[in-house]
């Protein structure tokens, strides 16, 4: 059984590899066992380290849909599961008027599934096949919208009063990411399986850049990783991510710059707007760490 | 897999299974009575022969939060790896289980008795000298100290409204919300009697606390700890922090319901530090590890400290000045200017004083009361 596991793992990492992800084993061990539980998968990390690429790349693996909710401060049930379409209601109901239907009747045709807009949460549990749910940055909604989705989660049912109760006709995989603005409640750390994702080591970038821009040569990859990971050591305000590499990659290709060295330093600071977000990144980035850096790749 | 092998050695591979959750627990883990049972049927599911496998797949089920995450590799190899560090764990444990029942006296062993006779000690010193010890266990014990805490809620209770409050102004230029009100007007029969109105994006205020828990500061730092937990308790948005050499986030520890537990949280926090306070290295750690996501442009940081700093006065400048440029005010209490002729003129002070918006007294509650109510109005 142990060793079935292991295939079963690595299997899985070869699929996320052939989507474009390089995960860890840590990660994949996640993700079975996040199948084999029913269980929530919760991802903490800095911005930029590819959270929300794990929940778009499952959903390439398991060949279903992806449904996301974008969490932001006030969002509330009604943008996150389900409304009624009130214009078509207003409408409905005028043309109503002339039908000589009982109130009951007609009360029940305005409130039916036609007149229901689903919302993300809402149409992740009707699917026919289960989807991966994203629930991105779950840490920007307020602790009330938490507890609303924790109801769903544990029973993965929906009251809507004028209509009753949905019940999911699949279980979703769910994928929460947290940019850790705000603490999550113990409730739903407890609810979740957890997965910490940092920043990738030198061989796991490499990966990513030579899977995700083909166009740069084996040196050049390298080079550029030992720069970001060099630049990653910083002191920075704002350290680059892994998108962050790829577009300076890209730049740097665009640019026609085939090698990172001191010499370049120049043509380099040209293209540091793809690496560096903040300003006073920017002034601790003169030409001469630039230099340095190149000259350390 | 459990059951496959001779009956007792499956038996005792389950008993070790089970006792894991347990052993996080005693290290500060928050996990739950339930999940020995999760534990064992995902071994079941994954496995014991491959130990990677389990402890990845064990690690996803039983971290909350990034520090379980970063600690969980020591600890699993503790439990499960060599048998002599499994004893030794294990002791760890039961030591751990003789102290949480909160505070009751029990038959010491050798860790709680010294701690008892500090408090028996401590009963006859001086009100003073109590608030001198750097010791957190000391607190809550005598009538004076909770008084002060009762004080303090007071505060907190009266700065509530303030954070909560909308500004009459944002009244203006509000828009309707359409599906709202008719979902309103169901009540009165479809009549649109109540309009509901969209709400405003806001920023709520929000507290940023840096406490000094250096040697220099055993005198303040007691009290300035229990305001921080008053204020967390009372207030949605207060997030705390100490510092002496690096600096350390205490929300966690302070948001613990049960105070004795808290005081032993915060003890083990303060303890690892070296000597010395360096007042520019801490705030720059905070700067690059929390202030990103912590300080937006509706935060006050208050910075506790009586600004003696062994570090380089320039990095605190700098420090201060970044910090300046993320927050809405920086305002530093100083417990040392209330004595008659003070003056700023510490090297940490004079270095700090270009980047506050204001120096203020913080030796007693009187002192701070004077300032938080306007400093929260200047949030908004």
């Not at chain 1, 059984?1 to 996320?16: C, G, K, P, T, Y």
């Not at chain 2, 000298?129 to 014990?141: I, K």
């Not at chain 2, 309707?176 to 806001?202: C, F």
């Not at chain 2, 993320?326 to 510490?346: D, E, H, K, S, T």
Request: overall charge neutral; proline content about 5%.
């Amino acid at each position: 059984m142990s060793a079935s596991r292991a295939q079963e793992l690595s299997s899985l990492i070869d699929e996320l590899a052939a989507a474009g992800y390089i995960a860890e084993p840590a990660l994949a061990a996640a993700l079975l066992l996040m199948r084999d539980l029913e269980r929530p998968l919760l991802l903490e990390g800095d911005a930029g380290v590819g959270k929300t690429e794990v929940a778009k790349v499952l959903a390439t693996v398991r060949a279903t849909r992806l449904i996301r909710l974008q969490c932001y401060e006030g969002l509330d049930a009604h943008a996150a599961m389900y409304e009624w379409n009130y214009q078509r209601q207003l409408l409905a109901i005028k043309l109503l008027e002339s039908d000589e239907r009982d109130i009951a009747q007609k009360e029940q045709d305005i409130f039916s599934q036609r007149y229901l807009l689903k919302r993300p949460l809402l149409e992740a549990i009707t699917c026919e096949q289960p989807p991966v749910l994203l629930i991105d940055e779950i840490d920007r909604a307020d602790e009330a919208f938490e507890a609303y989705l924790l109801e769903l989660l544990s029973d993965y049912q929906l009251s809507i009063p004028e209509l009753g109760t949905v019940h999911a006709s699949s279980r979703p995989l769910v994928v929460i990411t947290s940019n850790g603005t705000r603490e999550l409640s113990d409730a739903l750390r407890r609810r979740c399986l957890y997965q910490y994702i940092d920043y990738p080591d030198y061989d796991k970038e490499l990966a990513i850049v030579r899977k995700k821009a083909p166009g740069a040569t084996h040196a050049l990859a390298c080079q550029i990783v030992a720069f970001v990971q060099g630049a990653r050591r910083m002191d920075l305000q704002k350290k680059p991510g892994i998108a962050e590499t790829l577009d300076w990659t890209a730049a740097l290709l665009r640019l026609g710059i085939t090698a990172i060295d001191a010499g370049g330093a120049q043509g380099l600071m040209d293209t540091l707007s793809a690496l560096i977000k903040t300003r006073d990144d920017r002034v601790a980035f003169p030409r001469e760490v630039v230099a340095r850096l190149a000259a350390a790749c | 897999m459990l059951t496959n092998g001779a009956p007792e050695i499956a038996e005792r591979a389950a008993d070790r299974l089970a006792g894991f959750p347990g052993f996080l627990r005693a290290n500060g883990f928050a996990v739950g009575g339930g999940d020995a049972v999760q534990v064992l049927q995902t071994a079941e599911r994954v496995g014991v022969l491959d130990r990677e496998i389990l402890r990845w797949s064990l690690q996803a089920l039983l971290c909350g939060r990034a520090d379980e995450w970063q600690r969980f590799d020591e600890l699993f190899d503790a439990w499960f790896l060599p048998p002599n560090r499994w004893q030794r764990a294990e002791r760890r444990e039961a030591g751990d289980g003789a102290r949480s029942p909160a505070g009751m006296p029990d038959e010491g062993d050798g860790d709680a008795a010294p701690a008892r006779e500090d408090a028996a000690q401590r009963r006859t010193a001086s009100p003073r000298e109590v608030l001198g010890s750097t010791d957190f266990r000391a607190l809550g014990e005598r009538e004076h100290a909770l008084e002060i805490e009762a004080l303090m809620r007071r505060l907190a209770r009266q700065l509530k409204p303030m954070l909560t409050r909308r500004d009459a102004r944002a009244r203006l230029g509000r828009r309707l919300d359409l599906p709202g009100t008719i979902r309103r007007s169901i009540a009165s029969g479809g009549t649109p009697l109540h309009l509901a109105w969209k709400d405003r994006r806001r920023v709520r205020p929000r507290l940023v606390l840096l406490i000094d828990v250096s040697r220099s500061m055993a005198l303040y730092s007691f009290f300035y700890l229990r305001l921080a937990r008053s204020l967390a308790a009372e207030l949605a948005d207060v997030h705390s922090f100490i510092f002496h050499t690096r600096i350390t986030g205490v929300s966690q520890a302070l948001h613990d319901p049960d105070p004795w537990r808290a005081q032993e949280r915060l003890h083990l926090l303060a303890q690892g530090f070296g000597g010395g306070t360096r007042i520019g290295e801490s705030l720059a750690q905070f700067n690059r590890e929390h202030a990103p996501r912590l300080v937006h442009s509706h935060t006050a940081v208050i910075v506790m400290s009586d600004g003696y700093d062994t570090g380089e006065p320039a990095r605190l400048s700098q420090a201060l000045a970044q910090l300046h440029r993320r927050a809405r005010r920086v305002v530093w209490f100083n417990p040392l200017c209330n004595r008659p002729g003070y003056a700023p003129v510490a090297q940490g002070m004079q270095a700090a004083l270009p980047h506050l918006d204001l120096l203020a007294p913080g030796a007693d509650l009187a002192s701070i009361r004077a300032v938080l109510p306007r400093l929260i109005e200047a949030l908004h």
